[in-house]
Structure formats: C-alpha cells, structure tokens
C-alpha cells in the first residue's frame, strides 16, 4: 500500500513576473516607462548572486526558455505536483519597496496594484493549491491602504507582504496598515529583500552578508514587539521569511530580559516579549541550517513553543530546501506542524477557503 | 553490473552527461585533458541532481583575505542548488568538507563506448 504523504504547506514560493508581464495591469505613463524607457528597478545589493543560475535554482528555468517561476504550468511539474504540496503562499520576485525605489514612488504605486491584479488572474485563480500575498507601495501607507482595500478581499489573498527596510516596521507611521490587515483578515510577512547588515552598508563578501541575514529581522521583530503592535493590534499576526529560525530563541530571551530592565521605557507592554512572540510570530525554515533532529528540537524547545517553525522552499531560488532532505526526520508530532499546522493556524483565510477556487 | 553511457565522441570534454547504473543515477563528466570520470548523480547536501548543475574551476585556498586564484577549469562539479563544489579528479570531494565525498565508479573505454561500472 503507498505510503500516505505527508500535508506540506510552503509559505515562500516566488512566482515570477517580469515587468513586461505587468505591461496590461498597468496605465501610462507608468507601462510607457517599461515599453518604451526600458525601466528597472535599481537594486542596492553590491553582490552578484553566487548561484550557477544567478538568483535561481539552476535547473527551474522552464523548457520553453521562460525565466523560473515565470510558468505556471512548469512550477506545478516542478514543485506543486514534484513534491506533492498541499498549499502553497506566493511571494513573487518582485518588490516595489522604498530599498528599491530611490523615491520615485509613483512607480512603486502603481507596480504593486499591478502585480496584484497579475497574481491573481495568473496564479491564485489558476490553481486551487496557491494562495497570494498582497503586494503593497510600503512608503506611502494611504496608497497601500487603498490598495489593500481594493484586493484585500479575495478569498485567496491571505497575507501582505512587507518589505524590510529602513524604518522599522513598529514606527507608527505604518499602523494603518495594520488596521487594514486587521479589517481584511489578512496576516502579515516579511520577506528579507535587500536590506544593508550593518549600519546602513554592506560587508565585504556576499557570504556575510548571507550569514547575518537574521539580524535585520531581529530589528524587525523587536521593534513591532516593543512599539505594541500587537497589543494595539491584537488579531495581527507576522511571519517572518527567509532568514530560518535558530535566531529566535536567543532574540526571545533577550527581549525579555531587557523588558524586566528598561519596562518603564515601554509600559504599554503588559506581557514578556517571548509570550507575545508565541502568540504572534512564527518563521519560516529556510534557509534552514544544517541540524540533526536532537539540534531541531533544542531549538524548539528553548522557543517554548512547537507552534512557531513553518516549512517553506524558497522555490524556484538558488537556496532551495527540498521538503524531503532539508530537515532531519522529525518526530510525526512535530513534523505535522512545521509541515503544515502552523501555517494552516496562521493564516485564518486558508482555513475558511479550503483551497477552493473563488467563483 | 555495468552500462553503456555513450560513444567517446559524444562526450566532449568539459561536459557532462546523465546515466543510470542499475538503479543508481550517475553523471559521467569528462574533463579538460579528456579523461572520463562516473560519480553518483545526487548531491549529498539536499539530494538536487548534480548533471542539471555545471562543470567549472574553482578559487584555489588560499592563506591570503583578498586572493583569488582559478584552479582546476573543467574539474568541478558545482551542484545546481546550493553550489556546492565536488572535485571530480579527487574522488568526488566536496571542496569545502573534503571528508565527504560522493560515490565514484569505475570507467572504462570499450570499443569507443563510455562504460561505467562497479
């Protein structure tokens, strides 16, 4: 008798659009600017990326020469049918954050409601298994309110996605747009785009840069949890993307211990930090590091908690984890909720949808 | 147990090519100097199929911070994932962790035929 799979649901899973791509969604002057001015977004890594493919994994380009994770068709032989997933988040390639915009944030705006009108008639539409990110102009909170509002209720849109960049995630400046993830039912995840490692600039070497990827989330995490978002907010939830999770324990103790310190800075925090944190923030595994399985439970257990590790691929990138090789076995207790669990709890519209294609 | 992969010819050096032995998938890649070289077509990191990766050189260690030196053109296997790098004329090493190495078999040219066996 076959074995029966194991539920996998990856919360990371970049779709690709290319700009040309985005060209019907979107109005002049802004599809003149791709058409006819040949924009791209100015990046700010120094680095090429160190894969043999670039960015991707070297063999997900698609037969007919399309770039990876820009077939639909391909990505479901590959990943969604190859691996046999039960769900899967779309976080797309493409991020109209202020990294990225040097202040031309027209541009920006209109990209991002683009890039949502994209996914969902490509993708969430397309497969009963994909479920979107709303992907927002994070520098001006109206227009991401308003973007929020127009998409934020499709039955497949679960999350928003939050670049991280220069001004911490707990500043008041972005609360409306927690308000609007509250309204929407919509959680919400930070994905590590390009962000500098260490006072604004980057190290010498790519590897650097790549080993401390956790350090800007750290500043993340701490900043929402201090500034009382989640007191304030109390349904918001975050997921953090990309950066593994063997940080969190650490950061958990920390931000207790200083809380126990310094709580007269921040008396509207009525709980330890780590108690929050289990309520509110889980991580994706990847890239996840190298450990043996009595290495994987230490690391949960000094979380406190087995509810806050989700399983992601990164699929179609350079540093891909298989969901069959990546992680040591791990107890089917265990495994059934980094796997799958905790993200089917996370994200409240997967669980009402039930991976039905909206009528 | 045994099996053909291809004619010599068909093998360029500095190229590869993907085979099964039984039931083992191997790679056979052929180096710069002509040599032919079977190891086993599965990366021991997270198991992405090494043929979907390329052959290349690699930066040689070193004791100087700054100092790159390309060694071995056309003697890595670099694996499509991750890039992990393995030493196909070292016993399939993976550079960074020497201790590991993948599986090689034996080659042998019979006849102009590229056959692999163990």
Known sequence: MAKKKKPIIDVDIHERATYYDLVPYLDNPWAKYITDADWTQEKHLPYPIMGIDGLDRADAKSPDGRPAGNSLSFLQEQLLDGVGHEYGILTSAMDPSPSSMHGFYGMAEALAPALNDYEIENWLDKDDRLYGSVHIAAQNPQAAVREIERVGDHPKMVQILLP?????????????????????????????????????????YFVEWHSVMPNTHMV?????????????????????????????????????????????????????????????????????????????????????????????????????DSPHNALPKLDKDLEDKVFAENARSFYPKLQAVGGKVPL | ?????????????????????????????????????????????????????????????????????????????????????????????????????LKSFNVDIEEGNVVVSR
Not at chain 1, 175 to 199: K, T, V
Not at chain 1, 273 to 295: A, G, I, Y
């Open chain 1, 220 to 320: 993340q995490i701490s900043s929402m949890i201090f500034n009382g978002v989640f007191e304030k907010y109390p349904n918001l939830k975050l997921m953090m993307l990309e950066a593994g999770f063997i940080y969190a324990p650490a950061l958990m103790r920390k931000m207790d211990t200083q809380y126990k310190y310094l709580r007269h800075e921040v008396p509207w925090i009525t709980e330890m930090p780590s108690e929050t944190m289990k309520k509110h923030v889980k991580f994706s595994t990847q890239p996840v590091d190298e450990l043996s399985k009595e290495e994987f439970e230490q690391f949960v257990e000094l979380m406190g908690s087995d509810e806050m590790v989700c399983f992601s691929t990164d699929y179609p990138h350079w540093d891909y």
């Open chain 1, 164 to 204: 991280i960049d220069r001004t911490p995630w707990g500043d008041p400046y972005y609360h409306p747009i927690f308000e609007a993830a509250e309204r929407h039912n919509l959680m919400i995840a930070m994905h590590h785009n390009e962000p500098p490692s260490y006072y604004g600039n980057y190290p010498r």
């Open chain 2, 1 to 101: 147990m045994k099996t053909v992969v291809c004619k010599q010819e068909e093998l360029e050096p500095g190229n590869m090519i993907e085979a099964k032995l039984g039931p083992i998938p191997i790679v056979v890649c052929r180096t710069l100097d002509g040599e032919f070289y079977a190891l086993a077509n599965k990366c021991l990191h997270q198991g992405a199929t090494l043929s979907k990766g390329m052959i290349c050189g690699a930066a040689a260690p070193t004791d100087t911070p700054g100092e790159y030196d390309y060694i071995k053109e056309g003697e890595i296997l670099r694996c499509p994932w991750h890039g992990i790098e393995y030493d196909i004329k070292n016993e399939g090493r993976m550079l960074a962790d020497p201790q590991r190495k």
